[in-house]
Antibody
């Protein structure tokens, strides 16, 4: 059974960098057929995709966050990480890590998230 | 880019059937697959429908999904409603290296 677990500081100061790590068990992030990603949810609001990475290093990011976001993967530790720079209160959210199922089926792209980590709340405040 | 629009909330009685819509703003709903996630209060989202109409193992067959090209929308239908179905539901699709979620629908089972 694949399990993902987020870890990192729960409080970050404005203008600093938010850093989180997702540890994966029950699967290798070096899998050819999966990407690994981050999604966030501000308190009381909906879901926002942040970005995804393949173990090969291929990444793609939400255009609205791209200038501040970096996702990296460490296959030796079987984990991947998220950095969000220059944070503001608007970055306060529960951050989830996810496995991304990707492929092409009947000429249609499939790209969806399963499973999800339990999530970790990151608050941006001085 | 495109948006996915869902009703903010729906409510129905136990035992009844409810349908939640997800309308794509531009481009064809059929261009890429649509997924639906259930999020109960205080929990992470879980997949209830993937690839338009497929149910993961463990999801009861009371849950079904479909897409309709004429209305450019996807739908999640839950029949035989149970109080445990009360949750937020999000649709999701993908296009041009960008993932898009609907705004979410709060389902209340009265």
């Amino acid at each position: 059974q694949v399990q993902l677990q987020e870890s990192g500081p729960g409080l970050v100061k404005p203008s600093e960098t938010l850093s989180l790590t997702c540890s994966v068990s029950g699967a290798s992030i070096s899998s050819l057929i999966y990407y690994w990603g981050w999604i966030r949810q501000p308190p009381g609001k909906g879901l926002e995709w942040i970005g995804s990475i393949h173990y090969s290093g291929s990444t793609y990011y939400n255009p609205s966050l791209k200038s501040r976001v970096t996702i990296s993967a460490d296959t030796s530790k079987n984990h991947f990480s998220l950095n969000v720079s220059s944070v503001t209160a608007a970055d306060t959210a529960v951050y989830y890590c996810v496995r991304v199922v990707v492929g092409l089926k009947w000429l249609r792209l499939l790209n969806w998230f399963d499973p999800w980590g339990q999530g970790t709340l990151v608050t941006v405040s001085s | 880019n495109f948006m996915l629009t869902q009703p903010h909330s729906v409510s129905e009685s136990p035992g009844k059937t409810v349908t939640i819509s997800c309308t794509r703003s531009s481009g064809s709903i059929a261009s890429n697959y649509v997924q639906w996630y259930q999020q109960r209060p205080g929990s992470s989202p879980t997949t209830v429908i993937y690839e338009d109409n497929q149910r993961p193992s463990g999801v009861p067959d009371r849950f079904s999904g479909s897409i309709d090209s004429s209305s450019n929308s996807a739908s999640l239908t839950i029949s035989g409603l149970k109080t445990e179905d009360e949750a937020d539901y999000y649709c999701q699709s993908y296009d041009s290296s960008n993932q898009v979620f609907g705004g979410g629908t709060k389902l209340t089972v009265l």
